[in-house]
């Protein structure tokens, strides 16, 4: 294959040419060279299943596949420092977040280009480079506005870096005129940036990789860690990777998903959040599957619980660890209300242990004791509860995974998710990918819940609780109601510099357009610099 060349859209600078240097450019290419033209057909096999779904399919455990289910096997033995990761704390690839969230009392940060992060072009070029000074050791920050220095501390907490998913792409960089996939540019960027710091370190090169649909993605990025170990002469496993089981297509598949990649996988892990996106997505069609207010999709309800016993289970099965996921409440400055929140967190971290993660999420440094100390009091000195196998419980079938939700549809939640759907955007669009609104923590994929379950009951008609039918009309009037609320709570300023009316406009255009669009962040990318 000839040498290609990638072209760059944006004008280079200091930051952009310190990380895509000659040789690294040269990496990526190869990789976009060599794998992109998949990408292509693993999006198309997402629309197939997708229109099967619509035809009035549901998604279940494939028999083509079940050999690999009923067989044994085991995935590679997790490395030594990432057997213990009771507490992770995610957050953006922002300089000051990351030194604070490296600082935090976890024992991992997931470094998110992804959920957490709006893909702007700065904020991407510039995440590398926070993540590579991360990974030296010399990453630090004198924050002029707040007169704040920050400093890494002692033994930081163990750095993975979450990627894009495989629908976005990075439109800044293409080949022959083509965008090129953003997940091998955060890769092979991180790769190719820490790769000899990280091993010099003692440690591996550790990803999390979001959305996957299909147990052939994980083949793919399979390819992808062999092609780059190889090519810089690594032993196989240098590269490790937690998968996001976070879409309904994927649950269904998770031995397939462990086994095309067992080389490398270390752990999967509940994206709870764009799990009940997803549910909602695939099942768009499925009048009986229609999900209740968003406020009452917790993690209790039996076809979540479901989804987090048959993870662990199947993980717990193949030596791989078991991960929960993210409880959106943040700390509150009020001492009653922040009791309530602690409560609530330990709660759900309590019913994620009970049923057998290895460790869980949060948002926010200030949950960091409360959690810790729920795996503390059950685990001790014990690292993980890899041995707690659960090969006895009764069996968790395609039925239950896909039991419809109880729940109200009210018209108080309508109104919710119109203004959070409406200030995520709006922060999105500004190059902030992650946001407190009304208390809780909103990212691509809570935002992703608000706006397809308006969606969804404008499709299928659906009444709320005072009887009123959901229309497009009636969310007409709500959204210009709620967006005056939500003028008067930023205030004029904040609305004209802020993105606002973008985000209306988007937002009230995908929420009544007939085809559900896929990722609120596509038709968002456009308005990104
Ligand atoms: C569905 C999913 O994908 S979940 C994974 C993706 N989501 C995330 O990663 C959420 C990450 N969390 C966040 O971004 C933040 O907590 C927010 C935006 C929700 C709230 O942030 P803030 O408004 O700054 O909160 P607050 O003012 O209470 O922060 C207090 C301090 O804690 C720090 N902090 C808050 N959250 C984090 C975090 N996740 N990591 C590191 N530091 C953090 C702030 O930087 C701030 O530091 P400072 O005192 O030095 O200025
Ligand atoms: O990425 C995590 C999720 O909940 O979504
Ligand atoms: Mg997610």
Same mark, same amino acid.
């Given at each position: 294959?000839?040498?290609?060349?990638?072209?760059?859209?944006?004008?280079?600078?200091?930051?952009?040419?310190?990380?895509?240097?000659?040789?690294?450019?040269?990496?990526?290419?190869?990789?976009?060279?060599?794998?992109?033209?998949?990408?292509?057909?693993?999006?198309?096999?997402?629309?197939?299943?997708?229109?099967?779904?619509?035809?009035?399919?549901?998604?279940?455990?494939?028999?083509?596949?079940?050999?690999?289910?009923?067989?044994?096997?085991?995935?590679?033995?997790?490395?030594?420092?990432?057997?213990?990761?009771?507490?992770?704390?995610?957050?953006?690839?922002?300089?000051?977040?990351?030194?604070?969230?490296?600082?935090?009392?976890?024992?991992?940060?997931?470094?998110?280009?992804?959920?957490?992060?709006?893909?702007?072009?700065?904020?991407?070029?510039?995440?590398?480079?926070?993540?590579?000074?991360?990974?030296?050791?010399?990453?630090?920050?004198?924050?002029?506005?707040?007169?704040?220095?920050?400093?890494?501390?002692?033994?930081?907490?163990?750095?993975?870096?979450?990627?894009?998913?495989?629908?976005?792409?990075?439109?800044?960089?293409?080949?022959?005129?083509?965008?090129?996939?953003?997940?091998?540019?955060?890769?092979?960027?991180?790769?190719?940036?820490?790769?000899?710091?990280?091993?010099?370190?003692?440690?591996?090169?550790?990803?999390?990789?979001?959305?996957?649909?299909?147990?052939?993605?994980?083949?793919?990025?399979?390819?992808?860690?062999?092609?780059?170990?190889?090519?810089?002469?690594?032993?196989?496993?240098?590269?490790?990777?937690?998968?996001?089981?976070?879409?309904?297509?994927?649950?269904?598949?998770?031995?397939?998903?462990?086994?095309?990649?067992?080389?490398?996988?270390?752990?999967?892990?509940?994206?709870?959040?764009?799990?009940?996106?997803?549910?909602?997505?695939?099942?768009?069609?499925?009048?009986?599957?229609?999900?209740?207010?968003?406020?009452?999709?917790?993690?209790?309800?039996?076809?979540?619980?479901?989804?987090?016993?048959?993870?662990?289970?199947?993980?717990?099965?193949?030596?791989?660890?078991?991960?929960?996921?993210?409880?959106?409440?943040?700390?509150?400055?009020?001492?009653?209300?922040?009791?309530?929140?602690?409560?609530?967190?330990?709660?759900?971290?309590?019913?994620?242990?009970?049923?057998?993660?290895?460790?869980?999420?949060?948002?926010?440094?200030?949950?960091?004791?409360?959690?810790?100390?729920?795996?503390?009091?059950?685990?001790?000195?014990?690292?993980?509860?890899?041995?707690?196998? !659960?090969?006895?419980?009764?069996?968790?079938? @395609?039925?239950? /995974?896909?039991?419809?939700?109880?729940?109200? &549809? +009210? #018209?108080? $939640?309508?109104?919710?998710?119109?203004?959070?759907?409406?200030?995520?955007?709006?922060?999105?669009?500004?190059?902030?990918?992650?946001?407190?609104?009304?208390?809780?923590?909103?990212?691509?994929?809570?935002?992703?819940?608000?706006?397809?379950?308006?969606?969804?009951?404008?499709?299928?008609?659906?009444?709320?609780?005072?009887? !009123?039918?959901?229309?497009?009309?009636?969310? @007409?009037?709500? /959204?210009?109601?709620?967006?005056?609320?939500? &003028? +008067? #709570?930023? $205030?004029?300023?904040?609305?004209?510099?802020?993105?606002?009316?973008?985000?209306?406009?988007?937002?009230?255009?995908?929420?009544?357009?007939?085809?559900?669009?896929?990722?609120?962040?596509?038709?968002?990318?456009?308005?990104?610099?």
């Amino acid at each position: 294959m000839s040498k290609a060349s990638l072209q760059f859209t944006q004008p280079s600078d200091n930051a952009s040419e310190q990380i895509f240097s000659e040789q690294a450019k040269d990496f990526l290419a190869e990789l976009v060279q060599q794998f992109a033209p998949a990408v292509d057909q693993l999006l198309s096999t997402r629309e197939e299943a997708q229109k099967a779904y619509d035809s009035g399919a549901l998604p279940d455990f494939d028999p083509a596949t079940a050999d690999i289910r009923n067989s044994d096997w085991q995935v590679a033995p997790v490395p030594k420092d990432l057997q213990k990761r009771r507490l992770e704390i995610t957050g953006p690839v922002e300089r000051k977040m990351v030194i604070n969230a490296l600082n935090a009392d976890v024992d991992v940060f997931m470094a998110d280009f992804e959920d957490a992060q709006s893909p702007t072009w700065q904020g991407m070029v510039h995440g590398q480079l926070n993540l590579r000074d991360a990974n030296a050791g010399t990453i630090s920050l004198d924050d002029e506005k707040s007169g704040k220095s920050y400093r890494l501390q002692e033994d930081p907490a163990l750095l993975i870096a979450r990627v894009r998913g495989l629908h976005l792409p990075e439109k800044h960089i293409q080949l022959d005129g083509k965008a090129v996939p953003g997940a091998l540019v955060d890769f092979a960027m991180y790769f190719f940036h820490n790769y000899k710091q990280r091993l010099q370190n003692g440690s591996g090169v550790y990803f999390y990789l979001p959305k996957l649909q299909h147990h052939k993605e994980a083949a793919w990025w399979s390819e992808v860690f062999h092609f780059t170990e190889q090519k810089f002469g690594l032993p196989t496993g240098t590269i490790r990777a937690t998968i996001l089981i976070e879409t309904l297509p994927a649950v269904f598949q998770m031995h397939e998903i462990l086994h095309s990649l067992k080389e490398h996988i270390v752990a999967l892990n509940c994206g709870r959040w764009d799990y009940i996106f997803s549910y909602i997505k695939t099942l768009r069609a499925h009048p009986d599957r229609i999900l209740p207010d968003r406020q009452s999709v917790s993690m209790d309800k039996p076809f979540l619980n479901a989804y987090s016993r048959l993870l662990i289970r199947t993980c717990h099965k193949r030596g791989a660890l078991a991960m929960g996921g993210m409880a959106a409440f943040i700390p509150s400055k009020d001492a009653s209300e922040n009791k309530k929140i602690l409560d609530k967190v330990r709660a759900d971290k309590e019913q994620e242990f009970g049923n057998g993660h290895d460790g869980t999420w949060i948002a926010h440094p200030g949950l960091a004791e409360t959690v810790k100390a729920v795996y503390q009091k059950h685990l001790g000195d014990k690292p993980n509860q890899l041995d707690v196998t !659960r090969q006895d419980d009764t069996e968790i079938s @395609a039925e239950l /995974l896909l039991q419809p939700c109880p729940g109200e &549809r +009210t #018209e108080q $939640g309508m109104r919710t998710n119109i203004r959070v759907a409406v200030q995520y955007i709006a922060a999105w669009i500004s190059g902030r990918g992650c946001v407190p609104i009304y208390g809780l923590m909103e990212d691509a994929a809570t935002a992703e819940i608000s706006r397809t379950s308006i969606w969804q009951w404008i499709q299928h008609e659906q009444p709320l609780s005072d009887g !009123r039918v959901v229309t497009k009309s009636l969310f @007409a009037d709500m /959204l210009a109601e709620e967006a005056q609320v939500v &003028r +008067t #709570e930023v $205030g004029e300023e904040r609305w004209a510099s802020e993105n606002f009316d973008k985000a209306v406009k988007l937002f009230s255009s995908i929420t009544t357009a007939d085809q559900l669009t896929e990722f609120l962040t596509l038709p968002g990318y456009d308005l990104l610099p």
